[in-house]
């Protein structure tokens, strides 16, 4: 009968009430365990973030374990698309640095950050353009190769105008995770709606709305208090 709703394409409304909520925040237990084991050996300084993913990995095989789902078909699912999964971004990166030879090779960099700095514009309208074009750029782009692509042109033009490097590698890093939830192209918003078991996209980005919010208030705070990104480090 579920399943019949759900093929549906009107929306299914799923009710339940708060002893019900409160009763199934149990299943959250898992995921908040494996979000200490990666954040929590960074931050107390036991493993490197490439570490901890492998610690994250370990931590996923003993909860499957406990659970008696560590099954063959399962692992070789994982191993499936964790094979396609590298293979999408190792294509990326090499293209991704390949464009950047070129872009260098003809000058375009270089051409560039002097454009730029023949506009006269002041610093901090310089910070602006790169901000509102990387949020424009974000809407359309896979983050990574955005990042590979652009970096080595917009860092230059940065640097140019007095801005320190730690201090734009903390905004870029919030720019990339803004795109991950701007639409169309915001691979966080179908992760979320690939698990939804009801409803379409459009209420996964309305739900975002308060997280891009909060994410330009961080922006502007960091650019009012530039020492904030101390607390980063």
Not at 50 to 77: C, D, W
Not at 164 to 176: A, E, H, Q, R
Request: net charge neutral.
């Amino acid at each position: 009968m579920i399943r019949s709703l759900l093929s549906r394409d009107k929306e299914v409304r799923i009710t339940a009430t708060w002893a019900e909520r409160f009763a199934s925040l149990k299943h959250l237990v898992p995921p908040l365990i494996i979000c200490f084991v990666i954040i929590g050996s960074i931050y107390a300084g036991i493993a490197t973030p490439t570490e901890s993913a492998a610690l994250g990995v370990l931590a996923v095989l003993v909860l499957a374990a406990t659970r008696r789902k560590l099954q063959p078909a399962v692992l070789l699912s994982a191993f499936e698309n964790t094979m396609r999964t590298t293979g999408m971004i190792m294509l990326i990166i090499v293209f991704a640095y390949f464009l950047n030879f070129v872009l260098s090779g003809v000058g375009l960099s270089s051409s560039i950050t002097a454009f730029m700095s023949d506009l006269g514009l002041s610093p901090m309208w310089t910070l602006f353009a790169v901000i509102v074009f990387y949020v424009i750029l974000g809407c359309f782009m896979e983050t990574l190769s955005m990042m590979i692509a652009t970096i080595p042109i917009i860092a230059p033009i940065v640097f140019a105008a007095g801005f320190d490097p730690i201090w734009y590698g903390v905004v870029m890093m919030i720019l990339v995770e803004l795109a991950m939830i701007t639409p169309p192209i915001g691979i966080n918003l179908y992760v979320v709606q690939g698990i939804r078991p009801t409803g379409g996209i459009g209420d996964v980005i309305v739900g975002t709305l308060p997280f891009v919010l909060a994410m330009f208030v961080m922006l502007a705070l960091l650019i009012v208090f530039p020492s904030m990104t101390s607390v980063f480090l």
